[in-house]
């Protein structure tokens, strides 16, 4: 029996600001981790979130789930 699991919620902003969507989970008291990404060999510029391509912010809300803003929406959708 295979049972589904779902690691996290995401949603993407167009106009992602990283400075604003981090203040704005703070004003709400949600805890802002930056994700970039990013691993052990991409360049410097790949883990600073107001540089790197992918840009985005993990939080857990009141019930537990781990919610993702970033700026990845149907436009800046890249495939692997």
Known sequence: VR????????????AFDPDKVKAELQ???????EDTGATNDSPPAEHDIHTAKYKSYHTTTPNGYDLQISNGTRETRTTR
């Open 3 to 14: 049972r589904a699991t779902m690691g996290h919620i995401s949603f993407g902003i167009a």
């Open 27 to 33: 004003k709400r008291n949600l805890n802002a981790r």
